[in-house]
């Protein structure tokens, strides 16, 4: 089976999600092969330089007739958090299967019609949660479900980056509150994947954020500021469904970072610990009663985790952030030819949401929340 992919946005997640599919055939052997048709952007010009790139035969300033296109079948949206819902809706209305980067929409009113429509026309859905298709991230997971770290106790997680650290650094799309929020939305929206996929539903969270740079410049060198309408620092506190407790921080002025995702989780008989600025690693500890034996041991990452051998056949040699997306592309075309693979769809992309929205809610209300 081949299908059509028309591509909306080229900027960073876009080019991603362009690589992914480029490579997906060429990694995998699959029973649904891809090829590039159309790619749309903000202008004509900037779709045709970018289809010319990254290897689309046809560009488009209007992302509605990509959709309607009976050459694509998979729509993939990497627009401004904004157009998700109407770009998806579209493309849903037009019988596509629909790839969405995260979060899937501004509010959790939105997600729920997006995936039930989705549910109702039978179309495959996908959000971008590429972190979870690193092969550490599925060893994490079989540590845990093996019980070897023993009953899990404690969760605590942090994404940090420092691409809004500059106070000048002009106002964007990110910054726009009809976007749905800022730092969790965007970066604590992986943490909160990261926490279900791991441990599990969270049923209750108390959280705080707080704007830091409160203006910034329209454009770049503009003496004229604008408010910043959503924060810079997000935390909360998790309550699990399984009785488990947790933590979390999102922040995108920490300076420095430029991918630290990092989380730690505890059980009744050990540890794993992860960074993401060294993502090809795991630690684990397990306690063993030896005296001076005490101690995390750093797992490398290697053609025993799959799928890190369909990239390379040595250990220790490293997958990459791109990597992982042709790993996420691979799982939307297995789905899409009907294998079960436990991808992120559109479902989960609720669930995120709507924990994401009740850390939002206990922030105004400064109370606990339940996740609904």
Not at 104 to 115: N, Q, V, Y
Not at 353 to 363: D, N, V
Request: with cysteine; aromatic share 8%.
């Amino acid at each position: 089976m081949q299908l059509g992919l028309g591509l909306i946005g080229s900027g960073f997640m876009g080019r991603t999600h362009a690589f992914a599919f480029n490579n997906v055939n060429r990694v995998f052997d699959l029973p649904v092969k891809v090829q590039p048709v159309m790619l749309a952007d903000a202008n004509e010009t900037l779709a045709a330089r970018a289809a010319g790139a990254l290897g689309f035969g046809e560009s488009t300033g209007d992302w509605r007739r990509l959709v309607t296109d009976p050459r694509v079948h998979i729509v993939s949206i990497t627009a401004p958090n904004v157009l998700h819902k109407e770009m998806a809706l579209a493309a849903i209305e037009a019988g596509k299967h629909v790839y969405c980067e995260k979060p899937l929409a501004p509010g959790a009113s939105d997600a729920e019609e997006m995936t039930r429509a989705a549910e109702a026309r039978g179309v495959v859905t996908a959000v971008g949660f590429n972190y979870l298709k690193n092969p550490m991230m599925r060893l994490a997971r079989e540590i845990i479900d093996s019980g070897e770290i023993g009953e899990i106790r404690a969760f605590s997680a942090i994404h940090a980056e420092d691409y809004m650290m500059d106070s000048e650094a002009p106002w964007t799309w990110r910054l726009d509150p009809a976007g749905g929020g800022g730092a969790l939305a965007d970066l604590g929206s992986h943490l909160i994947a990261a926490a279900r996929y791991l441990v599990g539903p969270v049923a209750e969270v108390c959280g705080e954020v707080a704007t830091l740079v409160p203006t910034r410049p329209d454009a770049p060198g503009s003496a004229r500021r604008v408010p910043v309408e959503v924060e810079d620092v997000g935390r909360a506190f998790l309550h699990f469904e399984n009785g488990c407790n947790g933590v979390l921080e999102a922040n995108w002025l920490a300076g420095g970072r430029k991918m630290r995702q990092d989380f730690e989780i505890t059980g009744s008989k050990g540890s794993i610990a992860y960074c993401g600025e060294r993502m090809n690693e795991l630690e684990l500890y397990v306690a063993s009663g030896q005296s001076g034996r005490a101690g995390f041991r750093k797992i490398l990452s290697g053609p025993a985790n799959e799928p890190y051998g369909a990239f390379c056949v040595a250990p220790g040699h490293q997958l990459g952030f791109n990597d992982l997306k042709a790993i996420e592309a691979r799982d939307l075309l297995r789905a899409i030819a009907g294998e079960e693979t436990g991808h992120a769809d559109f479902r989960e992309g609720l669930a995120v949401q709507r924990t994401l929205e009740a850390i939002y809610r206990s922030a105004e209300s400064r109370s606990w929340e339940t996740v609904g």
